[in-house]
């Protein structure tokens, strides 16, 4: 067994190493922050990949969850030796570092809207003023995740009928509130049209933000069936295979920043768990443990409604339009011709969890880490899903005849770039596909927990506490960062 433990934790550090990307792009990419994969973290030399979708993590999937509190007991303790234990955790866990989900969305955060110099020309948005400076409004984006949740794992230990196995089954009762947060300082009002006269009032016209700041679900149910090989002395070694059952509704994934419980995908999967004793001490009766469990879940793919950008960077969704027989009337209307169902294919989801336990009579400490890898989203949508009619991007450039501006930046002033010698109409192959994709993330987190065994009528009872705080390595714009405390309980019969 002692070289099933060498050969476990060399796996374990080997995949969390490969997992951690590079600090920043290799020096011969040409940093695109439309393209996936190129440059997915925040930092000074490598654009923020922004996105108009962000997928939170599962509570049913999250390791920390399920194993703090729980996994020494299940195994070790005197809920070893019972059929069955019904183990419930309550907790809270709210985002943290919230600006950076806001730089995802926008790019840069705080974001200037203004009519000269200014990374968004607030003329997209039909935000003009009178005054000679023109509009100018100052926003900053700092969403806000409150999750509320009951876990319950219903855990079997099946040696009755065949020695070795065991099943459990898990979901989230879960209640999420969002509050998307935006601070805006305008420094002259919008005042060309009646309305809007802020950024907000545009953005909430064009239906950019969910309606719903709150849902209760259920989360994922995920079926695990288990065999434990063998042991050796005091060290464990088990298999199992997993079935992820989806419970996610239809929410409107052209809005950013839902409110979501669940998923719409269905997953299967694999892990290994293994626990070894460091020390044991019959004479106080105390015990060092390390445990560790490594799972993979492959998620099918699925079709959803997705808000994309052009090829002309980010945030080009919000470009002003024209019709080619009206090519003087500009249209707000490009945001909802990017409102298109595309293709996901199959995502994968590589999760490890460690953890020392130390026992002290009835009570317990724990330590843990969890680290948590999911891909990026890869999606495919035929040209033919866009309908653009015979609408072209507006021209701003107004320096010759009226035609249209197919290379136009959101960050354009009146009248710069270079007109099309004649109109361009939109089609499916100016979009961006990856822009509306779920960006790779990775997160780490680091636990502390406090457990007591005891009796009650004859019934083993597990009481836990603990905290933790996760850590988004890199991936802020694409992985929300969290802190969270967790109450649980278990009985056993």
């Not at 067994?1 to 792009?25: E, H, K, N, S, W």
């Not at 997915?40 to 920390?64: F, G, H, K, M, V």
């Not at 080619?324 to 995502?347: F, K």
């Not at 993330?441 to 836990?464: E, H, I, K, R």
Request: include cysteine.
């Amino acid at each position: 067994m002692q070289r099933y433990r060498i050969l476990f934790l060399a796996l374990m550090f080997g995949t969390g190493r490969f997992l951690y990307p590079d600090d920043c792009c290799h020096p011969s990419v040409d940093c695109d922050a439309s393209i996936s994969g190129d440059c997915d973290e925040i930092s000074n030399d490598c654009p923020t990949a922004i996105s108009t979708y962000l997928n939170p993590r599962s509570i049913t999937n999250d390791l920390t969850y399920r194993n703090s509190g729980t996994f020494f007991e299940r195994f070790r303790g005197e809920v070893s030796c019972a059929f069955f234990t019904l183990d419930s955790t309550f907790l809270y866990q709210q985002n943290r570092k919230s600006a950076h989900l806001g730089r995802g969305f926008f790019g840069e955060n705080p974001l200037l809207f203004a009519e000269q110099s200014a990374p968004f020309n607030s003329l997209n948005l039909g935000l003009g003023s009178k005054q000679p400076e023109g509009f100018s409004s100052m926003v900053r984006l700092s969403p806000k995740r409150e999750v509320f949740a009951w876990l319950p794992q219903f855990i079997f230990n099946l040696d009755c009928f065949c020695p070795g196995t065991w099943a459990d089954c898990a979901f989230a009762v879960t209640r999420v509130k969002h509050h998307i947060c935006l601070f805006e300082q305008r420094t002259t009002f919008g005042d060309l049209t009646n309305e809007p006269s802020s950024v907000r009032e545009a953005l909430d016209t064009l239906e950019v933000f969910p309606l719903s700041r709150h849902h209760t679900g259920v989360d994922d149910i995920q079926v695990r069936l288990g065999y434990v090989m063998g042991y050796c002395e005091d060290d464990m070694f088990s298999v199992y295979l997993l079935g992820n059952i989806p419970t996610g509704k239809k929410f409107d994934d052209t809005r950013w920043f839902q409110p979501y419980v669940g998923s719409r995908r269905g997953g299967v999967g694999a892990g290994v768990m293994f626990d070894g004793n460091l020390w044991l001490s019959e004479l106080d009766g105390t015990e060092c443990l390390l445990m560790a469990e490594l799972k993979y879940l492959y998620s099918f793919g699925d079709k959803q409604r997705r808000q994309f950008d052009l090829k002309n960077g980010p945030l080009s969704r919000f470009l002003l339009i024209a019709a080619e027989d009206n090519v003087d009337t500009p249209l707000q209307g490009g945001i909802n011709l990017l409102r298109a169902c595309a293709h996901l294919e199959p995502q994968h989801t590589l999760e490890w969890w460690l953890a020392f336990h130390y026992t002290w009579c009835c009570w317990g400490f724990e330590g843990g880490y969890n680290l948590w890898y999911r891909s990026a989203e890869k999606l495919t949508i035929k040209d033919s899903a866009f309908d653009f009619e015979n609408f072209g991007i507006y021209d701003l450039t107004r320096c010759t005849d009226l035609t249209s501006h197919s290379t136009a930046k959101i960050s354009d002033t009146f009248g710069q770039g270079t007109p099309d010698a004649d109109f361009v109409k939109l089609t499916g192959s100016a979009v961006n596909r990856n822009s509306a994709i779920s960006q790779k993330a990775l997160s780490s987190t680091f636990s502390g927990t406090v457990t007591y065994a005891t009796n009650w009528c004859d019934y083993p009872v597990n009481l836990a506490f603990g905290a933790r705080y996760e850590l988004a390595s890199k991936h802020h714009a694409s992985a929300l960062e969290n802190w969270g405390v967790y109450g649980k309980i278990a009985v056993s019969c």
